[in-house]
């Protein structure tokens, strides 16, 4: 008995020893197993240049010439950092997207940990009595315990490669159940300045540019004008800046209007003039938004202020005096729907306070019949 009860000890230290090893091995891959539920947070588009120029330099008597040859920048396609991941599209365009941990992370990691726990327990209490029943010359518990044994180890080998397969696919990405991606449609940019000096504006989405005009390049840098004529770097005119983009936004949708087609241009010219717009301002709104407004029976619409500008940031050198921003998000419907009202007097500083340096910008968001 005492060879037994020192054989015990034996691979209960080896049981135990081989439970240690595996959390360790886990906490320390823990960021590759879990990111198939990890929860996005933002996304950028970048630019690296992406061509690096290799010359040979020229010696005094050498009779060489110089080479310049351009060498695409290697990189994998999609690595990972932590929780940050960087997806490369090519030579020179990459995205990188951050992640953070969320609650079905917590306890996936937890439920493997746990199981991977036990499972080793369970193969060190079989591996044991498979060693006792040996010594003992007890067939029938031999037989039972390695056969008990035999199908851990199958668990354990099937676990291990279930395990790999998540480490190794990027099959799933959990949603932030507080945000949903919505495609901002034409938001536009004025700039109205009497002092004509040059502006930068800057936009800090979370999300995507998808088009902008001028081109957005990390930025507009142009000279403003009383009128609003803006002038860029190249001496070229524009009436205002215009950009699209994917947000993730948790709009508020708890209070607006419900508007009948034949009624939606007279409700726009009210609700945009109590908004702060102007008329040349909101003639454009309803000239891009009303054709596609008419064709529903009914539109629920609310406008935008805290989850928009969260979303939407702008960021605009020197500070304008005067801030105008509306974003309408509207929905068809078949038939008329009970919302409460949103006061709009408040939301923006009225036509007749706009004082200094004005900025006003426009756009929306819509959401089909079909929630499509």
């Not at 081989?18 to 886990?26: E, G, P, S």
């Not at 009303?290 to 605009?316: C, D, G, H, R, W």
Request: aromatic content about 12%; hydrophobic content about 40%.
């Amino acid at each position: 008995m005492a060879s037994i009860t020192e054989t015990k000890k034996q691979y209960i230290i080896v049981a135990v020893t081989v439970i240690l090893l595996a959390v360790l091995y886990l906490l320390v891959t823990r960021t590759d197993y879990v990111r198939c539920y990890l929860k996005p947070m933002c996304k950028e588009t970048s630019y690296d240049g992406g061509i690096r120029m290799v010359s040979t330099e020229i010696y005094p008597g050498s009779n060489d010439g110089a080479t310049l040859t351009p060498t695409p920048t290697p990189g994998p396609q999609v690595t990972w950092n932590g929780f940050e991941k960087v997806t490369r599209k090519n030579d020179m365009q990459y995205t990188t997207e951050k992640f953070s941990m969320s609650g079905k992370t917590w306890a996936v990691l937890g439920g493997f940990l746990l199981a991977v726990a036990v499972t080793l327990t369970a193969i060190a209490i079989a591996l044991y009595y498979v060693i006792r029943s040996s010594q003992l010359n007890q067939t029938r518990a031999l037989a039972v315990s390695g056969t008990a044994l035999a199908l851990i180890l199958v668990l354990g080998i099937f676990g291990c490669f279930k395990f790999w397969q998540v480490v190794t696919t990027e099959s799933y990405v959990e949603p932030d159940p507080e945000y949903r991606q919505w495609y901002i449609h034409a938001p536009i940019i004025y700039l109205y300045d009497e002092q004509c000096r040059e502006a930068t504006v800057k936009l800090d989405l979370d999300g995507e540019l998808t088009c902008t005009y001028p081109a957005y390049d990390n930025g507009w840098i142009v000279k403003t004008s009383p009128d609003g004529t803006l002038t860029d770097a190249n001496g070229r005119a524009y009436e205002y800046l215009f950009w699209e983009a994917d947000l993730n936004m948790n709009p508020d949708i708890t209070r607006g209007f419900c508007v009948k087609n034949t009624d939606t241009a007279a409700f726009l010219e009210k609700a945009l003039s109590e908004l702060g717009l102007s008329d040349t301002e909101a003639n454009t709104f309803i000239m891009y938004w009303l054709p596609i407004m008419e064709e529903n029976p009914y539109n629920v619409i609310s406008f935008q202020t805290e989850a928009y500008e969260n979303a939407a940031k702008l960021e605009v050198t020197p500070n304008p005096d005067t801030i105008v921003r509306v974003n309408m998000l509207f929905q068809a419907s078949d038939e008329y729907v009970e919302i409460e009202e949103q006061d709009l007097s408040t939301m923006n500083p009225a036509l007749i306070e706009r004082e200094g340096f004005v900025l006003v910008e426009w756009g929306g968001e819509y959401v089909s019949s079909d929630n499509t």
